[in-house]
């Protein structure tokens, strides 16, 4: 029976890699999700509805407006917009918070 192992970050990922690697043990090339989406349904609920193993974060809004309009131009159906939204945002990224 194979054993799953699921990691947050690529940092967490190479830890839990390089520590199975020093112990001798073998595994299959791991699997990567652009959303939850892509899960099955029972990985779905191990990972992200089981209370034991999700994280929950509480968000706050302070401009409802704002935020309902950069909702509306991620999840709409005009591309333009959302590729515009896109492309401006790279350039105020800050490539120290990625963790790819």
Do not use: C, W
Request: no cysteine; proline share 3%.
């Amino acid at each position: 029976m194979a054993k799953y192992l699921y990691t947050y970050s690529d940092g967490e990922y190479q830890r839990t890699l390089a520590s199975l690697t020093k112990k001798g043990v073998r595994f299959k090339e791991p699997q990567r999700y652009k959303g939850l989406g892509e899960m099955d349904a029972s990985q779905l609920k191990e990972t992200t509805m089981d209370p034991r193993h999700r994280t929950l974060r509480r968000i706050t809004i302070d401009d409802a407006e704002e935020a309902e309009n950069t909702f509306t131009v991620l999840m709409g159906s005009d591309v333009g917009p959302r590729k515009e939204f896109i492309v401006q945002g790279a350039y105020r990224l800050d490539q120290e918070q990625i963790d790819a």
